[in-house]
């Protein structure tokens, strides 16, 4: 990491911004310099809880929630632009908005593409026990990242928040 580079935002991957964004106002949030690369840091407003992470590839704002059950991603790991979701392992691109990895529960993807319960490599698969739970873990679907604009104006970070601002 190169301490005395500019911090820089991360564009936000097309189709992915956050529903009521777009001329949404621009609330202040923190110092830059309070948040350097590898970093994370959840924002609260009212009930909508936001995670700021400044990737290797810039400052990235999402819904503080992984896409496949809602767990806090800024409880999870930050690798490059790479989350880990402390819950069930998925693994997303922030720089992308992709999966890297499947949670270990297995499920449907955002295109309803069906994904089989993780299993350890070189053992017989595993199977979805019958029953309500099983069924409900085959059709959780894990949903698409969706982001914040945010900006950097004279060192502090602002990000567009949909709706009145508190
Ligand atoms: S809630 Fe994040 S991987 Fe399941």
Redesign the pocket.
């Known amino acids: 990491m190169n301490v005395d580079a500019q911090p820089f935002v991360a564009p936000i991957p097309d189709r992915l911004a956050a529903i009521g964004t777009a001329g949404a106002p621009w609330t202040s949030i923190l110092d830059a310099r309070e948040l350097p690369e590898g970093s994370t840091r959840r924002v609260t407003f009212g009930d909508l809880d936001i995670l700021i992470a400044h990737t290797t590839r810039g400052m990235v704002a999402i819904d503080d929630r ?1 896409p ?4 806090p991603l800024s409880l999870g790991e930050l690798d490059g632009c790479i989350i880990g ?1 402390p ?4 693994r997303f691109d922030l720089a992308t908005g992709d999966v890297v990895q499947m ?1 270990t ?1 297995g499920g449907l993807d955002a295109d309803g593409t069906y994904h089989p319960v993780w299993t350890p490599g070189g053992r017989e698969p595993k199977e979805d026990p019958p029953g309500r739970k099983a069924e409900a873990r085959r059709l959780t679907r894990v949903r698409r990242l969706r982001y914040y604009p945010v900006r950097i104006v004279e060192g502090t970070i602002e990000i567009a928040i949909p709706g009145p601002t508190p």
């Not at 496949?68 to 767990?71: L, P």
């Not at 819950?87 to 998925?90: C, D, K, M, P, V």
Request: charged share 0%.
């Open positions: 992984c496949h059950m809602s767990a979701c819950l069930h392992q998925g949670p529960t």
